[in-house]
């Protein structure tokens, strides 16, 4: 019994830096709209870790915007407690990165899409947090921020979650232009 075997006939090197130069107009020719590319190759990455098949986009496309979901509500609450009840911002934070961390941890035993999906579902948490507390910095991939506290946040989460979508069409695409082929 002769083992199947799969070529690129195109090399991923070459597959790879097409699919970079392919990704450049979503993160610099869309001014405020800019998608981040750097949480978008994150993506990429994990498309390949979890075996690189459609079947990836399963295990990211459902579990990455959970995981941005629960921060976003930190956002939300947090942003809340600063604004509204005045608490020390540092102390704030704090508290309730503690409360929603541990909850969308625990969260996770509860469906077992978190047991493959773990490392997009952590991602998505993570990516925002790394948005929010970028200071969200214009050209960072932020988007048409509106400045009001209880909005932003989920207009951030729309970014995160559309900068997963594209992280994963990039890793689909850089698999379907090596061209691949099953030999025996």
């Known amino acids: 019994m002769s083992e199947e ?3 690129q006939r195109v090399p991923l090197w070459l597959a790879v830096a097409i699919t970079v130069l392919v990704s450049l ?5 869309l001014g405020k ?50 604004i ?7 102390i704030s ?6 409360v929603w961390v541990a909850i969308a941890v625990y969260i996770m035993k509860f469906h077992e899409i978190f047991n493959k999906g773990s490392l997009p579902y952590f991602n998505g948490l993570s990516m ?4 929010y507390f970028s200071g969200l910095k214009a050209g960072f991939g932020a988007g ?5 506290p209880f909005i932003d946040p989920w ?15 990039l890793g689909w695409f850089n698999i379907l232009i090596t061209f691949p082929k099953k030999i025996t």
Not at 93 to 98: G, K, L, N, Y
Not at 128 to 131: D, G, Q
Not at 144 to 148: S, V
Not at 158 to 166: D, K, R, S, T, Y
Request: glycine residues 8%; hydrophobic residues 60%.
């Open 5 to 7: 075997k799969i070529i």
């Open 25 to 29: 107009p979503f993160g610099m020719f």
């Open 33 to 82: 709209y800019n998608i981040a590319l750097w949480a978008s190759f994150v993506v990429w990455a994990e498309y390949f870790a979890l075996g690189g098949t459609t079947e990836s986009f399963k295990y990211i496309l459902g579990p990455y915007p959970i995981g941005a979901l629960s921060m976003a509500i930190f956002a939300v609450i947090n942003n809340y407690f600063i």
């Open 84 to 90: 509204q009840l005045k608490w020390n911002p540092n």
């Open 93 to 98: 934070v704090a508290i309730w990165i503690f």
């Open 128 to 131: 925002y947090l790394a948005f």
């Open 144 to 148: 048409p921020l509106t400045g009001n």
């Open 155 to 169: 207009i951030l989460w729309i970014l995160v979650v559309l900068a997963a979508m594209l992280g994963s069409i």
